[in-house]
Structures are given as C-alpha cells and as structure tokens.
C-alpha cells in the first residue's frame, strides 16, 4: 500500500460551536475546489473520526514563510516569483466565486519541492454570500482599509491589497504599517495606521522603482485606484521580472470558460459530516471559557508585535496562532498511520 507524509487538521472534540464547525467544512469544500492549482495546497481527504472530530487530510509542507522574512533577507527575485504563483491561486479562486479572506505570509507554505502554495481557507467565503454582519476573523497587518472600517468582510479589491501587503513584507522584513519601536504596534495603533494607508517606499536599493509603484498601487487606500483583479497585479508584477531581465513566471489561472466542477460550496453548512456514530454523544458538562467562540479567532501571526509584551522566563516561546485560540491540531505522518490515529481504521 503506497504511503506518504501528510498533514492532518483535527478539530477538537469538544467544540460545539456551529460557527466553528462551518468554517471547518468551508475549507475542506473550497480545498476540494481548487486543491488542483499547482499554487494552492492540495487536500486528499476529510471526514470525522471514530471520536466525532472532523479533520482533513491535506499535503505535508515542511515549511512556510511565517518567520522567514522576518530573519533574512528574501531575494527580490523569489519575492516577484512567489507573488506572480500567489496572485494566480487568488485569481482562480475569484474566478471560482470564492475569496480568501486572511492572505499573509504565513498561509503561504513552502511544500517538499520548495514550491510556494496557499493555505488556511478556513475562513473564505462566497462572493456572493458576503454580508455585512459576518464575522471577521482578519489579521490585522495585512488587511485593507475598508475591511478594518468593517465596511466588507472581503472582496477582490480588498484580497489584491492585502496579497500586495503580503508582496512588501516579504521585501521589507515586516509588515507594511509595522514600526520597530517596541510598544508602538498594538492592534489599534495599526488600524489607525491601515485606515491611513499611506504606503512608504521599501527601504532596499535592490527594489526598482517600478515595483514600488505596483505595491503602491495595489496597496491605495480607495479600493477604485487599485488593480482591479488578483491576474492584473500578477501582469504587473511580470513587467518588473522583465525589467529586470529575469523569467518570466507563468500565471496559472483556468481558462475563461471553465468552471468549478460539482456543486458549489455551501458555507452555511455547520453540520458533523461523515457515517454515523453507534455511540452517544457524551454531555460535557465543563464550564466553556469565555469567548471561546469564533469571535476569538480574530488574530494575526505577529501577536508579538501587536499586543504587550508578555513577562516571564517563557514568554517568548508562546506560539501565536495558539496564543489566538486557533485549537486545530496538526499532526505529520505517514498516511496510513495519521488515518488510524484520527481513529479512520
């Protein structure tokens, strides 16, 4: 039987929130979508264990760009190639009717053969279904004006800024808004500074001019004096790698005529899918934290840099996405041993 390395998300046992449950199966829909695209993490299976807890079995990626712009500094090359494959995983996913919601550095993920994909559609939406009262589970420093005003919860317009806000920190080594003083990054600072939004040029002689202008661009505080889709921030991209006289990478997007095979995603769905259980459902009667709703997941992968600085000898290696009460479980293994480990044999 053949066996390879996978990542399994598991959802808790004891999550009982329909909100957390939807946008559990939101993301394994939407992966089923567009898993194809070549720049976009592929996902071989969900269901629910044994145990009643949902997962999704998904394509094992050893690392991501989380911390690495952080640490080095990326080459403008990478940096043009890896915006060109992202802004193609976008543009299939607007032409499919869906949009992201949460693009950033750390839901680009580097898989075995050192290629970029997208991840973590846990939070996507229809275009078609977005309303103003949903919630906004964003990451602050790489979100859009008017979706920090709460004016939209996401549109192409807003998901071009943000992939362009994605584009400048992989440049810059930090967030577009950030400052390097401590204690002057705190969420509301940085929605004062986003709702501003005016753009400052990257700080590296390696950058051309005509690449600042594109980030600029696709970074305007009026959604109308952007680029007006995910494929034309990608052509603009392309004519900096020209200019710069590297190759060209190609943008993959689906034909004009193609269209999303099966029936579409429905994320208002927030039932347990899979066979049913003979057993019961046990009555947990431990008192819930407060806000451990979908409200909590509100976050962004720098909380270090966007609240108070922790005290004590082990604050610094708290793990901000755990720190936000995101509690999927990832775990890594061949894939017969994680299917029996989420109870599937």
């Known amino acids: 039987m053949p066996r390879r390395n996978v990542a399994v ?27 194809a695209h070549p720049a976009i993490v592929t996902v071989y299976q969900a269901g629910i264990s044994a145990d009643g807890r949902p997962y999704i079995v998904m394509e094992y990626c050893p690392g991501s760009l989380a911390q690495r712009y952080r640490l080095e ?26 949009v992201h919601r949460d693009v950033k550095p750390s839901n680009i993920l580097i898989t075995t053969f050192g290629a970029p994909v997208l991840a973590d559609f ?12 949903e919630v906004l589970a964003m990451s602050i420093p790489w979100s859009a004006p008017e979706v920090i005003a709460e004016q939209t919860a996401g549109t192409i317009s807003s998901e071009v800024w943000s992939l362009g ?30 709702a501003r939004a005016a753009y400052t040029d990257i700080p590296r002689t390696d950058v051309p001019a005509s690449l600042q202008v594109a980030l600029a661009t696709a970074m305007a505080r009026d959604p109308g004096k952007r680029v007006d889709s995910a494929r034309a921030f ?36 927030s039932s347990l899918r899979g066979p049913v259980r003979s057993q019961l459902e046990r009555d947990d009667r431990r008192k819930r934290r407060p806000g451990a709703d979908v409200t909590s997941l509100a976050r962004d992968e720098d909380t270090d840099i966007s609240t108070p600085v922790a005290r004590g000898p082990r604050a610094s290696t ?28």
């Open 122 to 133: 846990g939070i996507s939406s229809s275009l078609l279904r977005l309303e103003a009262e």
């Open 234 to 269: 990608a052509e603009a991209l392309q004519r900096v790698q020209a200019e710069l006289g590297l190759s060209i990478t190609r943008l993959e997007i689906p034909d004009e005529e193609w269209a999303p095979a099966g029936a579409p995603v429905d994320f208002a769905d």
């Open 165 to 194: 806000a994605t584009v400048y920190s992989l440049l810059a080594g930090h967030s577009p808004f950030e400052r390097r003083e401590r204690g002057q990054n705190t969420k509301e600072q940085l929605r004062r500074r986003i």
């Open 73 to 98: 500094r990326i080459p403008v090359e990478e940096v043009l190639s890896t915006g060109v494959r992202m802004a193609g995983a976008l543009e299939s996913a607007h032409r499919a009717g869906l």
């Open 9 to 35: 998300k598991v959802m808790p046992s004891d999550v009982r929130d329909p909100e957390l449950r939807r946008m559990f199966n939101a993301e394994a829909d939407v992966l089923a979508h567009l898993s």
């Open 318 to 345: 708290a793990v901000p996405w755990i720190a936000a009460g995101l509690s999927f479980v990832v775990a890594v293994g061949a894939v017969i041993g994680a299917l029996w480990a989420v109870g599937v044999f």
